[in-house]
């Protein structure tokens, strides 16, 4: 393979990398993310079954060198802020040039799947309720919009009005026409 060639697919992942690092500045992106933060119960250092506030939890993780794998039942991968499963991870990780699980590159990965799902843009025009049915898919739980369930039940999920508030009061905006 030509070094030209090779070059193409580096600088391609530089340019998604560069532009989810702008995304994430975007106000209403890192709002976006609070609120499903705040919705999955994450903390950057939480496995499944981590609970906010419990002392010496042994479902808390201090090595972000990989993704930190099973929770509480041994097989739910789902992990940190955003409760990301491990192929999750291996997969935007990889496509990012990625290879740890730090903070940084939780919320990199969670832009990024925002970006895959095709509602980055969405977001950033504050049209929040239009991309909940595609980010609920992803989140379970996030509600599928205004006055609608999850995508999974019986799983837990945040009422979309809650959903808003925390949008809201981290700094988010609604766009033009956008149901309140």
């Given at each position: 393979?030509?070094?030209?060639?090779?070059?193409?697919?580096?600088?391609?992942?530089?340019?998604?990398?560069?532009?989810?690092?702008?995304?994430?500045?975007?106000?209403?992106?890192?709002?976006?993310?609070?609120?499903?933060?705040?919705?999955?119960?994450?903390?950057?250092?939480?496995?499944?079954?981590?609970?906010?506030?419990?002392?010496?939890?042994?479902?808390?993780?201090t090595d972000t060198s990989t993704h930190p794998g099973p929770g509480i039942d041994g097989k739910t991968t789902a992990a940190?802020?955003?409760?990301?499963?491990?192929?999750?991870?291996?997969?935007?990780?990889?496509?990012?040039?990625?290879?740890?699980?730090?903070?940084?590159?939780?919320?990199?990965?969670?832009?990024?799947?925002?970006?895959?799902?095709?509602?980055?843009?969405?977001?950033?025009?504050?049209?929040?309720?239009?991309?909940?049915?595609?980010?609920?898919?992803?989140?379970?739980?996030?509600?599928?919009?205004?006055?609608?369930?999850?995508?999974?039940?019986?799983?837990?999920?945040?009422?979309?009005?809650?959903?808003?508030?925390?949008?809201?009061?981290?700094?988010?905006?609604?766009?033009?026409?956008?149901?309140?």
């Amino acid at each position: 393979m030509s070094n030209k060639l090779q070059a193409n697919p580096m600088r391609a992942r530089r340019e998604r990398l560069a532009q989810n690092a702008r995304d994430l500045q975007h106000p209403n992106v890192a709002a976006f993310l609070k609120a499903i933060a705040t919705a999955e119960g994450g903390g950057y250092d939480f496995r499944y079954g981590a609970l906010k506030g419990r002392a010496n939890d042994r479902w808390r993780f201090t090595d972000t060198s990989t993704h930190p794998g099973p929770g509480i039942d041994g097989k739910t991968t789902a992990a940190g802020m955003y409760q990301i499963t491990r192929p999750t991870w291996r997969h935007h990780a990889g496509k990012l040039g990625l290879a740890d699980f730090s903070p940084r590159t939780q919320d990199l990965i969670a832009v990024d799947i925002l970006r895959s799902l095709g509602v980055i843009e969405g977001i950033k025009a504050g049209e929040i309720a239009a991309v909940m049915p595609k980010a609920s898919r992803t989140w379970a739980s996030l509600p599928k919009g205004p006055g609608q369930a999850n995508h999974y039940p019986p799983q837990p999920y945040i009422e979309f009005d809650s959903f808003l508030t925390t949008y809201l009061a981290a700094g988010g905006r609604l766009g033009q026409g956008s149901p309140t």
